[in-house]
């Protein structure tokens, strides 16, 4: 997975329902794009030269997704939320 690919927000209500997550710190289980499952903390949405990034907490190791590379993600509270391009 190149980073150097051009990024391409994600839809606004996807976005909004991240960063309810976020706020709440909510147990995600993420489906990346290449098919990986990662299961981790919400902690934040960041903004790094005009790319968006999920920070997550996975018992103490933080990493940063990129949210164009997310397919979905879900919590029994918010459901399973199938990300789309804006």
């Known amino acids: ?6 990024y391409q927000p994600i839809n606004c209500d996807d976005y909004d329902n991240l960063e309810l997550a976020c706020q709440h710190h909510l147990m995600l289980t993420v489906e990346l794009k290449t098919g990986d499952v990662i299961k981790a903390k919400a902690q934040d949405l960041i903004s790094r030269k005009n790319v968006e990034y999920l920070v997550l907490d996975d018992g103490g190791n933080s990493q940063e997704l990129r949210l164009d590379k997310i397919a979905s993600f879900s919590h029994p509270e918010i459901g399973t939320v199938v990300v789309s391009d804006s």
Request: hydrophobic share 50%.
């Open 1 to 6: 997975m190149s980073m150097n690919d051009a």
